[in-house]
């Protein structure tokens, strides 16, 4: 599978953006599938991820209520719709892949991962 995110830019705080993680290769349909978010010095940390059908999703309770991850299988595409931005939300974005079950939230889980895209959200 390859990933290629999209989508981040400059914002001011309050502000909003929508990522988008373009899939191609394997069944996408199959993959669970995750954002990740890295700020330089500190370790990547989990924000949300969705199963593979798109019916259960799970997030970092420093993103709950903001931000919105969906899929659409059939443009193997996800989405990560980011809303009442934070200059604490400032970081690149990774979305990754994962063959597993479930809600995986630990990186080890992904076995595929795209090449980032950044956020900065200004005050």
């Known amino acids: 599978v390859q990933l290629l995110a999209s989508g981040g830019g400059l914002v001011q705080a309050g502000g909003f953006l929508r990522l988008s993680c373009a899939a191609s290769g394997r069944t996408f349909s199959s993959y669970a599938m995750g954002w990740f978010r890295q700020v330089p010095g500190k370790e990547r940390e989990f924000v949300a991820v969705i199963m593979w059908s798109g019916g259960s999703t799970y997030y970092a309770d420093s993103v709950k209520g903001r931000f919105t991850i969906s899929r659409d299988n059939a443009k193997n595409t996800v989405y990560l719709q980011m809303n009442s931005l934070k200059p604490e939300d400032t970081a690149v974005y990774y979305c990754?892949?994962?063959?597993?079950?479930?809600?995986?939230?630990?990186?080890?889980?992904?076995?595929?991962w795209g090449q980032g895209t950044l956020v900065t959200v200004s005050s």
């Open positions: 990754a892949a994962a063959g597993t079950t479930g809600l995986p939230i630990a990186r080890a889980f992904y076995d595929y």
